[in-house]
């Protein structure tokens, strides 16, 4: 096979050639919505695996190869594609590696570089790394990002997160334990046969969907309890991953809580949206401007669609939309702050607080700076304008204890708790017949 090299830096790369013979592996994120990513990108012609190898094998993988003092995500991903290449069980002439790069100004952007040095050192040279980017970073000839591939990517992220937030609304106080489970995976499945068949392909044909979704999770018999709401923010990956956050998710509803997680999109809209507040700070392309307002206005349409038909049929919430979301950040931090997370991290937090999700459990990797700036160091803002605010920083990294970042949970959660008493005791708390939970704390 012949194997393409880039001019700059003489590395191979993913050819037309390979997309018909080569499994491209994905580190896993966000298992959902990457199932449903995975399977557009099999609609379109790529064989895909995604990885969900896990455990200290993967850590110690990542830790070979990538220096400790980097961030934790990089270690964990390139750990899972490392550890996946030397298991035996994919042909490196015929396997190939996809990983993000933010084109930021944060170190994302090199964690492409990182992996190319570990595959080099363990004697991968032939594998080709594929940059996922909107920027036109590390082009690959064999795969190309595309207009109708992003469409079809958000309506998946859409799709992920609705079925992400009516979920977390709806397990917690589930009476048969595994019945929420089973509508996630009856509506999984559909969707995926969707995209198999291409018949997914528009915003207006998913959402017909969406009320017998919610008459379904609706359906699913509760418990008439009431459990202090979590909100989990951070950097995107710790947030997300219950790889890299040790099934935080599963570990809060364990010690009775119910999860708050905000959605994908708002990522993908805070990334559109800074198109625009990049020309009205430092000039640059119009054209550019325009093309992310047109994007923007797109995607925070088809949210507000979403929220509205959670909001008209009554038994579970909807949060904020992004676009009101983005305004009420507005007291608190300047939109010019895009390292990391940015100023979305503070906003996820103003939300929460606002919409009365008090306690926050802040994902962070250790030695995350920018995180760091826009999550520990706005909790005194945050606090000082809603000091019930019930927020804990927790450190993620390869040396760090999952006993002691569950016990800062526990303490967050013994406040949490009690001002849950408070609270009920303060406020109406409406049960429909459903079983779903419908009064705000
Ligand atoms: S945001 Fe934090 S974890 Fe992500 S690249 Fe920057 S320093 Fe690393």
Redesign the pocket.
Known sequence: MKHEKTVQTGAPVFTEEMKHTHTILIPDMLPLHFSFIEQILRQDGYKTHILKNEGPAVVEAGLKYVHND?????IIVIGQMMQALESGDFDPEKTALMITQ?GGG????N?IHLLRKALDKAGFHKVPVISLNVSGLSPSPGFKITVPFLLKAMTAVIVGDFLMMIKNQCEPYEVHSGDTEKVIQKWQAFFLKKWETGSLTTFGYLKKYFPQILDDFAAVEKREERRPRVGIVG????KYSPIGNNHLEDFLVSEGAEVVVPGLLDFCLYCVYNGVVDQKLYGGKAVKAKISKIAYHYLTKRQNSMYKIVKDHGVFRAPLGFSEKKDITEQYIGQGVK???GWLLTSEMAELVTEGVKNIVCT??F?????HIVAKGMQNKIKAIHPDANIVAVDYDPGASQVNQQNRIKLMLANAKMDDVEQTEEKEITVPATGGISAEM
């Open positions: 980097m961030c934790y995500p990089a933010t944060c170190r994302a952007s964690y950097e995107i990956y710790v390292m990391g997370e962070q990797p030695g995350c700076l920018p995180n």
